[in-house]
């Protein structure tokens, strides 16, 4: 179906399509129809049928070249990266671990589904609706078993411990995500874990919750929760692609610079403020919601946060770990 000027963006930016990317798929209609203007001339006696068949030719054949733009991927991968489920992405394997100990986001779950076997299926919430403080003392003291450890020096403001849920954002992810996910479900004061995830649990562990969790995080959570930037910049459905540029090359400065290349229209969706560009700002969102609050929380990187070393700039490298490789493998 054809996307009206009035309808949502397939990009998923939540604007109308007439204010996002109609220009650059116009851009690409234009050119097409200079290719096929090209043909005819050298062509002029194409019947109408002819013509067609010249068009879905050079569409297609533009659609499958590798772009630079997009680091090599053609635009047809780069959509199939955009909204294919998991289940039919291409030229990339997901594959659950054989271990997942590293991975504070499954670490996490684990304790909430054993805290609820324990007492028949379900365990109190406090009074807020949080998960209970014997539970938050547990997860806070996995912290030294974690990669990230290394860097969360400061307890009082660690993403990785906390008092309570509330002061406990890798926790409260790690929470929401399992209700997403249709693991856990909160009912009348109380954490409920769903018998066929009970069942699930028994037979396979905490394996089984790994490609459901990761969906919802990629998929229903909302990244812009955490954070205090607009919530009109929406970056999920590009998180295959900066993946995978992150795994080639480990390097936060490239990887912005290449989203800002391939996906323009983000920049658009920022203001040019006196002290950041639509780029400056376009990075920390990356940084802060795919890198640490993404990438981080489920182990699959560590980031040094540190900006300056000695008063000098230091490069933003992101530790790939093991997790992330045994987790992605992609063919390109």
Request: overall charge neutral; aromatic content about 10%; proline content about 5%.
């Amino acid at each position: 179906m054809k996307t009206g000027r009035n309808d949502p963006c397939p990009c998923g930016s939540g604007k109308k399509y007439k204010h996002c990317c109609i220009n650059a798929v116009s851009k690409q209609h234009a050119e097409v129809f200079d290719d096929i203007a090209q043909t005819l001339a050298m062509n002029p006696n194409l019947s109408l049928d002819e013509l067609n068949l010249v068009a879905q030719h050079k569409m297609a054949e533009r659609n499958n070249k590798p772009h630079a733009d997009f680091c090599g991927l053609s635009p047809n991968q780069i959509e199939n990266w955009l909204y294919a489920p998991l289940s039919e992405l291409a030229l990339v394997t997901i594959t659950t671990p054989a271990d997942l100990s590293a991975s504070p986001v499954m670490r996490y779950l684990t304790l909430m589904l054993d805290e609820a076997i324990k007492q028949n299926g379900s365990f109190k919430a406090t009074t807020k609706g949080n998960l209970p403080a014997k539970l938050v003392k547990q997860a806070s003291e996995l912290l030294p078993e974690f990669a990230v450890a290394r860097f969360e020096t400061e307890q009082s403001i660690s993403e990785f411990t906390g008092s309570n849920e509330d002061k406990f954002n890798a926790l409260h992810y790690s929470r929401l995500l399992a209700e997403c996910a249709g693991i856990i479900y909160k009912k009348t004061g109380s954490f409920y874990v769903k018998k066929a995830a009970i069942k699930q649990y028994q037979q396979q562990g905490i394996r089984a919750f790994f490609l459901p969790m990761l969906e919802a995080a990629i998929k229903q959570y909302n990244w812009a929760y955490l954070d205090g930037w607009s919530e009109q910049v929406h970056l999920q459905p590009f998180w295959l692609f900066m993946l995978w540029r992150l795994q080639s090359h480990a390097s936060l400065e490239k990887l912005i610079e290449e989203v800002c290349v391939a996906f323009p229209t983000l920049l658009q969706q920022l203001p040019d403020k006196r002290y950041s560009s639509p780029e400056e700002q376009l990075g920390m969102l990356i940084e802060s919601r795919f890198v640490v609050r993404f990438l981080q929380f489920w182990g699959f990187v560590t980031l040094d946060p540190r900006r300056y070393l000695n008063g000098v700039k230091v490069q933003r490298k992101a530790d790939i770990e093991p997790l992330l490789t045994d987790s992605f493998s992609f063919m390109v």
